[in-house]
């Protein structure tokens, strides 16, 4: 990534700035600034950030360990949850060592989408009146 002195001579400093301002703040163990959820996490969708950061607090989920007890289907039956929000929980929990894949529960042999997945992950909350 670029220097901030860098980007503070060529684009200015509001924008130099900007990429140290928090994407996510749930507490002290899931906190990334703009600068870090690229460098560190590998993503940089700051909206798809926001949405999550607002699920996770309505969840109670406040630490790496809690988001990987979580089910999948509990974030994704709120609503705006969709892939790209659901990559930056991903990451999270890739950048803190845990097993997306054993997370996601899906087995080699299971081809679904992500599509159908959230789609059978609404359908089930709203018969169930969950969707949040």
């Not at 200015?12 to 900007?18: L, N, R, V």
């Not at 994704?76 to 969709?82: A, N, T």
């Not at 996601?104 to 969707?131: L, P």
Request: net charge positive.
């Amino acid at each position: 990534m670029l220097k901030y002195d860098l980007l503070n001579k060529t684009v200015g400093k509001g924008f130099a700035d900007s990429f140290e301002e928090l994407a996510i703040n749930i507490n002290d163990t899931i906190t990334f600034t703009r600068r870090e959820m690229i460098e560190e996490l590998g993503c940089a969708n700051f909206n798809a950030a926001t949405r999550l950061q607002k699920a996770l607090k309505k969840l109670d989920i406040v630490s790496p360990a809690r988001l990987f007890r979580t089910d999948p289907f509990s974030i994704l039956r709120i609503k705006g949850i969709g892939v790209t929000s659901m990559y930056v929980a991903m990451c999270i929990l890739d950048f803190n060592d845990y097993s997306v894949a054993e997370w996601w529960g899906w087995k080699e042999t299971n081809h679904t989408k992500f599509s159908s997945f959230k789609h059978r992950a609404i359908k089930k909350a709203s018969k169930h009146k969950q969707e949040v």
